[in-house]
């Protein structure tokens, strides 16, 4: 008896191949579609960060025109007193009669925060600080000296054509 056999030409019928046959049916010969095959596992690295990736990639995004507000560094008062033996020991804070001396300005630090009991008594010298945290330093017998603000100078073109 002879055995009837499936015709390899049928196997792929119902299928688009666009005339490649089996080899080229999906995306797995060619990394994937799309963006796709960029990656670790790709048949490619990643492009290395440069103009090659904006032109491959395109922009993506805005950039908003909003106010640019300055990042302050801060400080709350519970790391103050926390750290404040390591001040201490690396001279960012002087003992004087009972009071600590702290400059936070030499530590890089622009903004003294609340958070936090205050329980000895400090001279903080600092550019901004919350009326809360003033408040705190002053209830336990310290103090909180601002820095001054610098103001702006107008220039020198404007103040002549403001005499005239």
């Given at each position: ?22 080899s080229?049916?999906?995306a ?7 963006r ?10 990643m492009?290395v ?7 491959y990639?395109g922009k993506?995004?805005f950039?908003s025109?909003g106010?640019?507000?300055a990042?302050?560094?801060t400080?709350?008062l519970?790391?103050l ?5 390591n001040?201490?020991?690396?001279k960012?804070?002087v003992l ?9 300005t ?10 936090g009991?205050?329980?000895?008594k ?10 809360a ?9 310290g103090?909180?000296v601002l ?6 100078k ?11």
């Open positions: 008896m002879t055995i009837k056999r499936r015709r390899k030409s049928t196997r792929s019928h119902g299928s688009r191949t666009c005339g490649y046959g089996v080229h049916r999906g797995g010969e060619r990394g994937g579609r799309g796709a095959g960029t990656g670790k596992k790709g048949k490619c690295k492009p960060k440069g103009k090659w990736t904006i032109q990639f993506t995004g950039k025109k106010l640019r507000y990042k302050h560094y400080i709350n519970r790391q007193e926390e750290l404040l033996d001040f201490v020991k690396e960012f804070a004087e009669k009972d009071v600590y001396v702290v400059n936070l030499d530590l890089g630090i622009d903004k003294l925060l609340s958070a009991k205050v329980s000895k400090f001279k903080i010298n600092v550019a901004f600080a919350s009326k945290a003033v408040e705190k330093v002053k209830a336990a017998g103090e909180v820095l001054e603000k610098k103001a702006k107008m220039p020198e073109t404007e103040e002549k054509g403001k005499e005239e």
